[in-house]
T-cell receptor, first 113, second 114 residues
């Protein structure tokens, strides 16, 4: 099992550009999450999904969009990138049922200039 | 939604001493409390967790205690070693069963002095 795979690992965007952060898991987890981590801070939830076709907003969804067409994939879309979106982005997944700890991807470090 | 406060933000201890990190939460319905360790430039990794039906859980040198009445939980690391140096995060479910994600504390930078 590869676990949770995120691509790319690093990216520099210009203000106003768009991009998609990819996240794939091979553990058949229904629950998937996108978090952002700003320097010296904890993780803040952007969007989450409890299954294919179902997505919902987290604490900081503005400027982002997600889709969940399959159980495995949960891409995060940035439209019109802004410097405030400079951050490290982590995708995570977990099993349904009882509350289990997350499995995190290795992260995408995004800089908007 | 849940609110999680974590203290201290930085903790420096001598190698071999114990370290304690504390978190408080606001939602009395929260039932699951994980702790994550994040080394520099790496992903957070779950090191221990506790459910609301127990008061303490141990795994070798680390332990977590939970006080549901006071709504706080703590991470205890004994006989600290250099490899324990990292940022530690506590978390609690955003709501109830936690399907809608975890709320994280702001983290504690643990420094182990040789």
């Amino acid at each position: 099992n590869a676990g949770v795979t995120q691509t790319p690992k690093f990216r520099i965007l210009k203000i106003g550009q768009s991009m998609t952060l990819q996240c794939t898991q091979d553990m058949n987890h229904n629950y998937m999450y996108w978090y952002r981590q700003d320097p010296g801070m904890g993780l803040k939830l952007i969007y989450y999904s409890v299954g294919a076709g179902i997505t919902d907003k987290g604490e900081v969804p503005n400027g982002y969009n997600v889709s969940r067409s399959t159980t495995e994939d949960f891409p995060l879309r940035l439209e019109l990138a802004a410097p405030s979106q400079t951050s490290v982005y982590f995708c995570a997944s977990r099993q349904t049922g009882a509350v289990y700890g997350y499995t995190f991807g290795s992260g995408t470090r995004l800089t908007v200039v | 939604g849940e609110n999680v406060e974590q203290h201290p933000s930085t903790l420096s201890v001598q190698e071999g001493d114990s370290a304690v990190i504390k978190c408080t939460y606001s939602d009395s319905a929260s039932n699951y409390f994980p702790w994550y360790k994040q080394e520099l430039g790496k992903r957070p990794q779950l090191i221990i967790d506790i459910r609301s039906n127990v008061g303490e859980k141990k795994d070798q040198r680390i332990a977590v205690t939970l006080n549901k009445t006071a709504k706080h939980f703590s991470l205890h690391i004994t006989e600290t070693q250099p490899e324990d140096s990292a940022v530690y995060f506590c978390a609690a479910p955003q709501s109830g069963g936690g399907a809608d994600g975890l709320t994280f504390g702001k983290g504690t930078h643990l420094i182990i002095q040789p």
